[in-house]
């Protein structure tokens, strides 16, 4: 809280700085949390995952001629395949149009955006938000994406391709999108090689799992830096459409559920609940219970203003949530049978206890105040007037240090925190305030989850 004399991040940083580190904050340390704080900040350069299809068919129109053929991906044979590899060219490294043929390098088929058409939008099935919640993180998590397709691939038995890079079409496009479709085929592995890590998507074993009956396709976004390859298809037809990611300012439609996401694990559901599970069956993992926090991982979009005491944004985010956030709200509320509550974190600069820790006030609701006088004696510090007057609770603040202002009149409780607070859905409200003459004060505040978890043997829903 202070008068801001330069912009918003600006000011914001040197705030930063002058708080430090706050014990109040610090991390669990467990080892099974720091699994589960792996799979949540986890940060690939793809992502991947799988889209249950709408249609019993996926018609594939094709062709060089007015005379174009039809193909559904969803059932065809092997000759169907062997002729649609027929129709194509040979695969060109670089843009369709002016890339090299090189079979040494890309022995593979490939038709240009104008020879053929598919009845699938990967809008509309909410593949692209669920690429730009599983690639973007910090301030990019604002951008829409869009896609524009760009070419069809078919790898017969003995098809690869080397090891490469996209080749950007414009100074806006980030990424390429691929969709790999259940057609038979073994092989055909993508390769993902980045920064010194290593990463494989076999997407023909994802798709010809037998526990999957519903129809279908597997998605894969990589982005156009980073290195990956297709490895030698031992038998049958891998065929896959190809589209690159563009920014944009166009609004971006929401995750479908129909999308089943498994790259990056913090968003995959599956992932997600068994390191949960994992971690909460542990008997000597808070013995007695306890209360976990989270900060958020997206942001989200919050009022420019805020009436005092009538905010109902902590109320309305559940429905907001994407990704990470989402998959944990959803394995919190089912296997432990409470949902996560939302609270607003304000931390003070001020009030410093005797072992370096500063106030930390969790409040239900976004806070704002009319006015505060810093040179009223009578008035209490910020950290105290959320406590008492807008049913705040101390986080990890020594009671004794409460002594002899009423201790029992606060709330105060004890929050493990799994992942950080986040400054990408920070709020701020503003207010009057006087400190020798008037000036605009703000409140900043983070937003996070809480889930309390029972003792062992009463933690998880049955």
Not at 53 to 69: F, I, Q, R, S
Not at 112 to 125: G, M, P, Q, T, Y
Not at 291 to 303: A, E, I
Request: glycine share 8%; aromatic share 8%.
């Amino acid at each position: 809280m202070f008068d801001p004399s330069s912009s918003d991040s600006e000011e914001y940083d040197a705030y930063e700085r002058q708080l430090g580190p706050n014990p109040s904050l610090a991390l669990v340390q467990y080892p099974q949390i720091e699994q589960l704080r792996t799979t949540l900040s986890e940060t690939l350069p793809y992502c991947c995952g799988t889209i249950v299809l709408p249609t019993d068919n996926v018609m594939l129109y094709y062709g060089k001629t007015e005379l174009a053929k039809r193909l559904d991906l969803l059932h065809a044979s092997e000759a169907a395949l062997d002729d649609l590899e027929a129709t194509c060219e040979p695969a060109r490294l670089g843009t369709t149009k002016r890339g090299v043929v090189h079979t040494g390098y890309r022995p593979a088929g490939q038709l240009a955006r104008e020879h053929f058409a598919i009845n699938l939008d990967v809008e509309h099935l909410g593949v692209l938000e669920a690429v730009r919640t599983g690639l973007f993180t910090g301030k990019e998590q604002h951008r829409s994406v869009q896609a524009e397709l760009r070419e069809m691939n078919i790898y017969g038995k003995g098809s690869f391709f080397k090891s490469h890079k996209d080749t950007p079409r414009s100074t806006s496009m980030f990424a390429s999108l691929v969709l790999i479709f259940p057609t038979s085929h073994t092989g055909g592995v993508l390769g993902i090689q980045h920064d010194g890590g290593h990463w494989a998507f076999d997407a023909a074993a994802v798709l010809a799992d037998a526990s999957r009956t519903i129809p279908r396709v597997a998605y894969v976004a990589v982005y156009s830096d980073v290195e990956h390859e297709v490895v030698q298809v031992t038998s049958g037809h891998r065929v896959t459409i190809t589209y690159d990611l563009y920014y944009t300012d166009e609004p971006q439609l929401g995750l479908a559920a129909s999308v089943e996401v498994i790259q990056p694990r913090g968003a995959s559901g599956s992932e997600l609940k068994k390191t949960l599970t994992s971690l909460l069956q542990d008997a000597s993992f808070l013995p007695n219970g306890g209360t976990l926090g989270f900060g958020l991982r997206h942001s989200y979009p919050f009022p420019a203003s805020f009436s005092a005491h009538e905010d109902s944004t902590l109320d309305v985010l559940q429905d907001k949530l994407k990704g990470v956030d989402a998959a944990l709200f959803r394995a919190c509320s089912e296997l432990i049978g409470v949902a996560p509550v939302f609270y607003t974190i304000f931390e003070a600069s001020d009030q410093v206890a005797t072992d370096g820790r500063r106030a930390l006030v969790a409040c239900p609701s976004v806070v704002k105040f009319h006015s505060h006088d810093l040179d009223n004696q009578d008035e209490l510090p910020v950290w105290e007037k959320l406590c008492r007057k807008w049913d705040g609770a101390l986080i990890n603040f020594p009671p004794e240090q409460l002594a002899p202002k009423e201790p029992t009149a606060i709330q105060s409780w004890v929050v493990h925190w799994v992942t950080p607070l986040s400054e990408v859905n920070r709020v701020k409200t503003r207010f009057a305030a006087y400190a020798g003459e008037p000036m605009i004060g703000y409140l900043y505040q983070r937003i996070c989850m809480l889930v309390k978890v029972g003792p062992p043997g009463s933690r998880l829903a049955v």
